[in-house]
């Protein structure tokens, strides 16, 4: 074995005992308006639990603590707290003392304890104040926001112990394209690449500090190659940029098709070579360009079909397990996507690991919707977009950042300002700013009903900037007068039925419209070279704080069900693309109930170059794609099947690929309920018992051949040994289905879900649970 190796390898089994450790448990919680008994609570946690429809968000203070040991292996060294989020302003206080102060709610921060401090017992106080505040992002009155942004410390907590020789964290340094470890490739090919690291050691000894930094890159367990600095002395509290290049031969590129990581370690070794910090992260080798040509990607054009995300999840707001950002991820590329707008503020750590993992490209936004103000609010904002790209810019997954407010009118010097950070904090041709609005910005990103209709943007020429549509599929259905511009016999709908915004209850005639509708606007948008991407409004449904009901324009609602239009989208893969990490590859799904309402003429979405069909084992036809105005520039087209009369039984749609059966769907007229079926989403990764993480459990409604009663609206409800329910553990059935976030208690090997309804015969299922 190379020594080189062996140390690296020893260390790391050393330093795990130290640096980046999670600090999320035992800790207790007291809310402002409740000041008697503490909780004991574990992190990520929120400070109230939501209703399913929340047009009245709990607002106020809050306070956490923890007690925990000094222990004797911290001598000497330097020990900080790394909060992932708190909202939205935190005050940091150690045995009485404040350290600090946090504004803001969307990006994390280090509070440094060393000088601190105390042997035995510390005590760790966090306050927080979630109440409108116009001075930070996003500034706006809750009333008048379009989004929620909830309560608590919710995202995850790190106990960070390092030598006081070290390397700085990247927000902290608070230095322009600096701090931390900085990860660019001045050359990239599919022959070779040059990775650049930049990586920023402070010396916090009382004395001079001879150092040098290795780096090296890993992929699978083996070393590919690696880079040692110079020696370098450092003198008492101070700091230094120490850069240095990696060859790699023969890379394996970063793409949505091929998300390729390796393992960066970055170690600092003392002058008697002594491992003294180590850092490791995932890093992913590509090269980008944006331009009136299109998208670039590794020197392929490459069209951007994606979707917006907000981060909210049932009852729990945004306190989600690492473990639920992946599984939403998975969920958005298993629709078809392979870009997400992280619409509108930053987002978990978690979240944004998942993408590189899974080949999720992302638009990376600051805080703000339609609000503006200078002084300190801008002050904040500017300060968010400068954290923003320091703690993401090493994600492959980030291809364009949103440095500007969006749906904002600014002054023309700000919208410059927010420009200006995305080339200072990332210097080179491998970065780009987006903007709603037209300005300095590399690439500009309407939304749809910010163009007039019918053309929208189909004309878009400026200078040879390109054009991304950040919103779409909405608003114009919903509000303006360009809704179903194109469609047959839209006059006659209600607006309730013409609109995007449907629930699953809301029935099928009412969610083939919706999937219409982004059918329609999504073909609009790959007309020509205007549009170089977009993304739909939106992939999941979320609370807007002063409705009440939900923004239903989701592809999947609030519970993380599909509506019909998520298989729209999925069809839009082609079927050639596979994972083993997703559901992928060829598709057939039809979208109907087949009842007694249904339309005899079935939509079917598939990827397949054709598809036949069956009624009660009677072949009917076999079709290729439709061929009509909203189909002209589709990857796959829908397929409509005409059926002349509503017959009762069972269809059946099989997809062919050269002539060969690849994919099917079967559709059962549904008969009375007879029982419920559960169905656990673990998308890719298994229930955690830790107390934290938690799965969607849903319960359907089914008749005795099991076929999902839609028109079901029972009373479920859920019963759970070795976990709990979060939130209401009885819920009304939709569409003959509705779910419950399930969790499990710490260390428990399994978790057994009852689910049972009157008149019909219960369920239970045993879901295994991982350490």
């Known amino acids: 074995m190379n020594p080189l190796t062996y140390v690296a390898i020893a260390a790391s089994s050393v330093l795990s005992a130290f640096a980046g450790s999670q600090f999320n448990e035992y800790w207790e919680f007291q809310k402002g308006d409740e000041a008697t008994q503490w909780q004991h609570v574990t992190l990520p946690h929120t400070a109230h639990l939501e209703p399913y429809i929340s047009n009245d968000m709990w607002m106020g203070e809050c306070r956490y603590r923890k007690s925990f040991e000094f222990k004797p292996e911290w001598q000497g060294k330097r020990v900080a707290l790394q909060f992932e989020g708190a909202m939205g302003i935190a005050t940091v206080s150690l045995n009485g ?73 990247a927000i902290a340094a608070n230095q322009p394209a600096g701090g931390g470890i900085f990860v660019t490739y001045p050359e ?35 070393r590919l190659t690696g880079s040692r600095s110079d020696a370098l002395t450092l003198a008492p509290e101070s700091d230094q940029h120490v850069t240095q290049q990696l060859q790699l031969e023969n890379p394996l590129l970063w793409s949505p098709q091929a998300p390729n990581l390796y393992t960066l370690k970055t170690q600092l070794l003392a002058d008697d070579q ?35 995300r907000h981060q909210e999840f049932p009852y729990i707001g945004y306190a989600a397990s690492d473990e639920a950002q992946y ?85 023309s010097e700000f919208l410059a300002q927010q420009h200006a950070i995305v080339d200072e904090e990332y210097p080179g041709d491998q970065s780009f700013s987006g903007s709603w609005k037209d300005g300095p910005h590399d690439v500009f990103l309407p939304a749809r009903q910010h163009g007039k209709g019918p053309k929208f943007w189909d004309d878009w020429e400026n200078n040879g900037k390109p054009a991304f549509t950040a919103e779409y599929g909405d608003w114009e259905y919903y509000a303006q007068a360009a809704a179903n511009f194109n469609q047959h016999g839209s006059k006659e709908l209600k607006k309730e039925e013409s609109t995007s915004r449907q629930l699953r209850k809301h029935g099928e005639k009412r969610l083939l419209q919706q999937a219409l509708n ?10 020509g070279k205007s549009i170089i991407g977009d993304a739909n409004w939106l992939m999941f449904d979320y609370n807007r704080g002063y409705a009440n009901d939900h923004c239903s324009s989701g592809v999947m609602d609030l519970m993380r069900l599909p ?11 082609p079927a050639h693309e596979a994972s083993d990490r997703f559901s992928s590859g060829p598709m057939v799904f039809a979208a109907t109930y087949w009842q007694t309402d249904s339309s005899p003429h079935v939509r079917v979405f598939s990827n397949c170059e054709s598809v036949t069909a069956y009624l009660n084992g009677k072949k009917v036809a ?118 419950v976030l399930v969790r499990a208690n710490p260390h428990a090997g399994s978790v057994r879900v009852t689910a049972s309804a009157e008149g019909i015969v219960e369920t239970a299922t045993e879901i295994q649970t991982a350490k």
């Open 97 to 169: 003392k404040e350290l600090d102060k946090h504004i803001g709610g969307y990006i994390g921060f280090e509070v440094e304890l060393t000088d601190h401090l105390q042997p035995g017992k510390n005590l760790l106080e966090v306050t927080l104040d979630n109440r409108e505040n116009p001075d930070y992002p996003p500034g706006k009155s809750y009333r008048t926001l379009d989004f929620a942004w909830f309560s608590g410390i919710y995202r995850n907590v790190h106990l960070v112990v390092t030598d006081k020789l070290h390397i700085s964290n």
């Open 188 to 222: 990239v090919s599919t022959e070779s690449a040059t990775i650049q690291i930049k990586t920023h050691v402070v010396n916090d000894h009382a004395e001079n500090r001879t150092l040098q930094v290795d780096q090296s890159l890993w992929l699978d367990g083996q």
């Open 274 to 308: 002594s491992v003294v910090h180590e850092e490791t992260q995932k890093i992913g080798v590509r090269t980008i360009s944006y331009s009136a040509d299109g998208f670039v990607l590794n020197g392929k054009n490459f069209f951007q079909r994606g979707t917006n």
């Open 327 to 411: 599984r939403d991820a998975v969920k958005i590329k298993e629709a078809g996507f392979d870009i997400v707008r992280i619409s509108h503020y930053p987002q978990s750590p978690a979240f944004m690991r998942a993408c590189d993992e899974l080949g999720l490209m992302t638009i990376n936004c600051i805080t703000g919707w339609q609000f503006f103000k200078d002084g300190e609010f801008a002050k904040h904002s500017l300060q968010e977009g400068r954290d923003l790209i320091r703690r993401d810019r090493n994600h492959p997954s980030v291809v364009l950042w949103e440095i500007s407010l969006n749906e904002t009118h600014v002054p």
């Open 518 to 527: 982004y059918q329609e606007s999504h073909n609009q948008n790959l007309r």
């Open 563 to 573: 509506k019909f239009a998520y298989y729209f989208y999925r069809s839009q893969r």
């Open 622 to 739: 076999t079709q290729t794609p439709d061929d009509d105005q909203f189909s002209t520039h589709l990857n796959h087209p829908p397929f409509t099947f005409d059926f002349g009369q509503f017959t009762p039984g069972e269809l059946r749609f099989v997809g062919h690929i050269d002539g060969k059966p690849v994919a099917e769907h079967r559709v059962n007229t549904p008969g009375e309920p007879a029982s419920l079926a559960l169905q656990v989403d673990e998308s890719g990764k298994p229930l955690v018992a830790d107390g934290n993480d938690f799965v969607f459990v849903y319960a359907s409604v089914v008749d005795a051949k099991g076929t999902v009663v839609p028109t079901a609206n029972h009373t479920i409800r859920f019963d759970v040994q070795g976990g709990q329910v979060v939130g209401p553990s009885t819920v009304t059935a939709e569409a003959g289905t509705q779910g």
